[in-house]
């Protein structure tokens, strides 16, 4: 960076991208596609359009390729993809109840209405490196399945369950039970959709939003969920993790954790009708706190989670920091504010990334304060020989 | 919240989107790549801001193609205010060829077709991390500084709401105690950027990280200085002729940065801000931060800080009597003697 | 001349039902409302404090002498009644949140009975006092450092400690930080709660040994809160005794000492190990 035309910096940017690029391209191999991403990476992909807050597999997917594979650098591009798309509708809150379950547990009870569906999962499997998949012939194992044609059975929610019973306690304040999801589909329609989901219903038709108001202490509910939804998964896991270590009274029983297929729907612009448009992969959890605010009522403290894709210790750790931040006091994962500021992705890889920029000015500044320091002590130690020493007692 | 009055023309399918991209100049984004909805809430922030000099309004910050901590905010200011007659420098570090302030200024260029400068004395709007340019600014520029952290009380709380509190209520005891400690350890204010000041008497402001040396150019200045923050979503002013004054006791002032009488290698001058080097042969050398000023005095060392001003003024250390600056020797302690410092 | 003239001064906390100060109180037996569940903690206290006097407020727990205190100290919102004050126009007690903070920090110095509720633990020592000065616009640094050791050397706390962390301090030193503290911009007016809580016996005496001469020394009106009879002894002129959140005895504080007059009364003193 020497005294020369303003372009040098241009071009020294322009260097650096190419490559960048050059350690995607430079192989023998072929170029994965962006479908491929979308169909053999999906938790990646998933990541990506959780941290990022918009639902678009084919749009994270290329996020991905081009992040080569770094969901915090896929999440950013997406977004800021996502600040500039105009939005032009909300829905009407969502019934988590309308989803198609692929999957439903429910550690608090051993039978549940509709039974315990456990799904596509690796819970239980061993976790050993399957080398066969070096040399994948992409066979589909469930392929000879002996499919029954019967209707799913309702899987009623479990903590209707417990709300029908008045065990549970319904944050209160402004925003009622609303958890609102911070999202907007764009694979079809580059437009943005508003999905709320709810607890036990809604009267607030439009829910804070901290993409369009500044979140201030002490913040409504729907604005803190809002945050954890679109919180970095590494985050908002070591934050849930710290309750359930020891720094903090949050130890939770989950009532459901439900994967599956959400309907987004919107109220047709003519007839009034709710109309399915698309639907959006998620992943729910509700749990309960035996923690009661009331030694007269009491009741459990309730969490919720929320997210897209099947990232379930994200979803998890929400429903315990939610329930944690109702719960308040002194431990970090109870601190509405600590855990706000923090867990954001973008704003934690943006600033502690942006420590790599020059800052020779400020450290200039430091040094002259510490050459400062040293010439007084010396100065001090130099001059103790000759100056009396004042008697401080 | 819907932008149904948006003007951008968005691509109707993600193909669309896509091939968009691949043409130069990001076609399909609004002017200024913000859409008019966000520009209108920062224009508001900002009117907010220099109406309240010194208090910090949120705004609700966008996700912007730069990471946080980047100049989100700086970014979206300018790119707010930003029009076609507008002509922008943008600097880092003082330099105008800094990867990041070329990279700002390519975002500019491309989506809203401006004019740019390196000239400090021809720009309307400077968008700056971390240095005021050593040139007067006039009564017609507007200068946008990057903000990392926007409360000076983060130094003794990390509480937002506890310091908001604390500045609805001018309560800056804390602030003045850290400093007296300061003193009882260090014999000295140790603070060197992000020096904390008073604006108008009223709010304690955090100047961001720009050096000792910039901070009396705040004081009753003839520019307008924006103050943005991308990831911590705020922004505040100090509009043209208000009173900025650096914390300190009567007994222990303030100081900016001394150079020890070195001069710039490359135009001699011994009046700027300097940034040592050290060079391959292990010498160490000073040369000017402000990279624009320099060159221009290099080509002419008679040049004034004010050059460009029919009205020459003084503006910063040393051209102005007014601002304490040491020279060779060290900091004055008034006649107090450097043994006997409680 | 009248420092502090307090009418109908009264707390409760709780949502009152208007009929909470008819049922509590000593005839009662309680401070508890029988109809509304809220704490009377105090009600319909009527006191003056003159000029240079030391008044003492002496009752058990529960008697609501330290709730007193803290409306006194304004530290806390007033359930209801007034509070007229030489250095304020109207009732002290609607006094704003800016005013209260200049109050505080010029004319009415309070010493807690907690230290963490009087004292920045990880300021030093010199720092808690030297906020004081600070924030009533002390802005000479030499000045701040002496006027800090005067008021150390007053207290009687070792200067050379004045730059140790508060945390580092014995108990004792930290309640006479606490009193430099309440002192240090000429109060009018100083409110001690409990000062001799948590201190061993022989650096209790030392500490209200120091706090009467500075007293005697500047002439500053005081009120000292005390469940022990022994500190308001040594410190009272006068003294109000308080039960169940009412004043059931005042006068002087020799006079209640020898022959007291309700029986209440009699049995606390009396009961002096």
Redesign the interface.
């Known amino acids: ?4 035309a ?1 372009e ?3 071009e ?2 322009k260097r ?1 991208e190419e490559l960048f690029e050059k350690q995607r391209v430079d192989g023998d191999t072929e170029p994965v596609s962006v479908e491929q991403v979308d169909e053999q990476l999906s938790r990646l992909t998933a990541q990506a359009m959780s941290e990022g807050g918009v639902y ?1 597999p ?2 994270a997917a ?1 996020a991905v390729k081009q992040a080569q594979g770094d969901t915090a650098e896929a999440a ?1 591009l997406l ?2 993809y ?9 829905t009407p809150p969502a019934d988590p109840a309308t989803m198609e379950a692929t999957r439903r547990v429910s550690p608090a009870y051993k039978d549940v209405p509709g039974g315990q569906i456990l799904g596509a999962t690796k819970d239980y499997t061993q976790r050993l490196l399957d080398f066969e998949l070096t040399d994948d012939t992409a066979a589909d194992p469930t392929a000879d399945w002996d499919i029954d044609g019967e209707e799913p059975p309702n899987l009623q929610n479990v903590l209707e369950v417990l709300r029908d019973e008045g065990l549970v306690h319904e944050p209160e304040d402004d925003a009622a039970d609303t958890a609102t999801e911070d999202d907007d589909t ?7 959709d508003d999905t709320a989901g709810t607890g036990t219903g809604n009267n607030d038709p ?1 829910p804070f ?10 913040a409504p509910r729907p604005a803190i969920l809002q945050e954890l939804a679109r919180g970095e998964t590494g985050a908002v896991t070591a934050l849930g993790y710290s309750e359930l270590r020891g720094y903090g009274q949050v130890h939770p029983t989950l009532g459901e954790v439900r994967t599956g297929n959400l309907p987004v729907t919107i109220e047709h612009p003519y007839t009034g009708d709710e109309v399915q448009v698309t639907s959006t992969e998620v992943t729910e959890t509700e749990c309960v706190v035996p923690v009661y605010e009331k030694a007269d009522d009491a009741q459990f403290a309730f969490g919720y989670g929320l997210v897209y894709g099947r990232t379930e210790r994200k979803a998890i750790g929400m429903s315990i920091l939610d329930a944690a931040i109702q719960l308040d006091g002194d431990e970090p994962a109870q601190n509405a ?1 600590f855990v706000i ?1 923090i867990v954001d992705g ?2 934690s ?6 420590l790599k ?6 450290f ?7 050459r ?2 040293r ?3 010396a ?2 130690t130099g ?2 020989e ?2 009396a ?2 008697a ?1 007692d | ?4 009055q ?1 003007t ?1 023309s ?5 193909d669309a ?2 091939d968009g991209v691949d043409a130069d100049g990001l076609a399909g ?2 002017y200024a ?1 913000l ?1 008019e909805h ?1 520009k209108r809430e920062v224009r508001r922030s900002i009117l907010k801001s220099i109406a309240i000099p010194g208090h910090q309004v ?8 730069l ?4 100049g ?1 905010g700086g970014i979206q200011a300018s790119l707010s205010l930003l029009g076609p007659d507008d002509t922008f420098k943008v600097i ?12 700002i ?2 975002l500019a260029t491309t989506t809203a077709d401006v004019a ?1 400068t ?1 000239d400090a004395t021809e720009a309307s709007i400077i968008q700056t ?3 005021i340019p050593e040139e007067v600014l006039s009564d017609d520029q507007i200068l946008v500084l990057q903000v ?1 952290i926007t409360d000076a009380l983060r130094r003794v709380d990390g ?3 506890a310091n ?1 509190r604390r500045h609805a ?3 800056y ?2 602030m ?2 850290a400093l ?2 300061n ?6 204010i ?5 020096y904390p000041v008073m604006v108008a008497d009223r709010y304690l402001m955090d100047p961001s ?5 910039d901070v009396p150019k705040l004081d009753d200045a003839d520019n307008l200085f924006l103050f943005a923050a991308g ?1 911590e ?2 922004m505040y002013a100090v509009p043209p002729h208000t009173s900025v004054t650096p914390l300190a ?4 002032e303030f100081q900016v ?2 150079f020890d009488a070195a001069a710039c290698r ?1 135009c001699d001058s011994t009046d700027t ?4 080097v050290e060079t391959d042969d292990g010498e160490r050398v000073f040369a000017c ?1 402000d ?1 624009a000023f ?2 221009k005095r290099a080509a002419n060392p008679e040049l004034t800080k004010a050059h460009h001003h029919d009205d020459p003024k003084a503006w910063g250390p040393p051209t102005d009597p007014a601002v304490p600056y040491g020279g060779d020797t ?2 004055s302690t008034n006649g ?7 | 001349m009248v420092v502090v003239d307090a009418s109908g001064l009264t707390k409760i906390y709780g949502q009152p039902c208007g009929e909470c100060v008819d049922n509590t109180g000593p005839a009662v037996g309680d401070n508890q409302c029988p109809v509304c569940g809220s704490v009377v903690a105090c009600a319909d206290i009527d006191f003056e404090l003159y000029d240079g006097e030391v008044l003492g407020i002496v009752g058990e727990s529960g008697s609501g002498k330290s709730s007193l205190a803290e409306l006194l100290a304004l530290d806390s919102e007033a359930t209801a009644g007034t509070v007229t004050y030489e250095h304020y126009d109207g009732n002290l007690l609607a006094a704003g ?2 005013q209260r ?1 200049q109050l505080q920090n010029e004319r009415i110095g309070m010493v807690h009975q907690h230290v963490r509720d009087g004292l ?1 633990l990880d ?2 020592g ?3 006092v ?2 004081k000065l ?2 009533a616009g002390w ?7 002496d006027r800090v050791r005067e008021l150390f050397t007053e207290t009687e706390v070792p200067v050379s400690r ?2 140790d962390p508060t945390d580092t301090y014995s108990g004792g030193m930290q309640r006479r930080v606490q009193i430099a503290r309440a002192i240090a911009n000429d109060p009018s007016l100083v409110i001690l709660d409990e000062p001799t809580t948590g201190l061993d016996v022989s650096v209790q005496a030392r500490v209200l040994d120091m706090f009467r001469r500075i007293q005697r020394e500047q002439d500053v009106a005081t009120i000292v809160v005390s469940h022990d009879l022994d500190v308001i002894r040594l410190l009272a002129d006068r003294t109000l005794v308080m039960r169940h959140g009412r004043i059931i005895e005042s006068g002087l504080t020799d006079r209640i000492m020898e022959d007291p007059h309700h029986e209440y009364t009699q049995t606390l003193i009396n009961s002096v190990i």
């Open positions: 960076m020497g005294y020369v303003v040098a910096g241009e020294v940017i650096a678009a084919r749009l290329l950013f977004r800021a996502r600040s500039t798309l105009e939005r032009w509708d909300e764009a694979d079809t329609v580059p437009g943005d439009s939003d901290t993409t369009r108001e500044p979140i201030t202490f002490p504010e500021d973008i704003d890889f943006g600033f502690i990334e942006h920029l020059p800052h020779y000015v400020t200039q500044s430091i040094l002259d304060r510490i400062a320091i010439d007084r002590a100065a001090a001059d103790e000759h100056a020493v004042t401080d | 919240m819907t932008d149904r948006a951008s968005t691509p109707d399918s993600v989107l896509l984004y609004n790549y859409d966000t949120p705004f609700a910050s966008r996700e912007m193609p990471a946080r901590g980047w989100t880092d570090q003082g330099s105008d060829e800094s990867v990041n302030a070329a990279n200024r390519r740019t390196s991390r971390h240095r990392p509480s937002d709401s908001r209520h001018k309560n005891s804390k003045w105690v007296y400690e003193i009882v350890e260090y014999g000295e140790k603070l060197s950027a992000r990280p720009i050096p000792r040396w990831r979503a705020r006791f009567e007994d222990r940065e001394r490359h801000f300097l940034t040592e931060n990279t320099c060159e060290p900091p107090a003697d450097l043994g006997g410092d409680d | 949140y800016q903070h920045e300021f030093s010199g720092g808690n030297a906020e600070l924030a802005r000479e640094y030499d000045a701040i450092r004045m730059d």
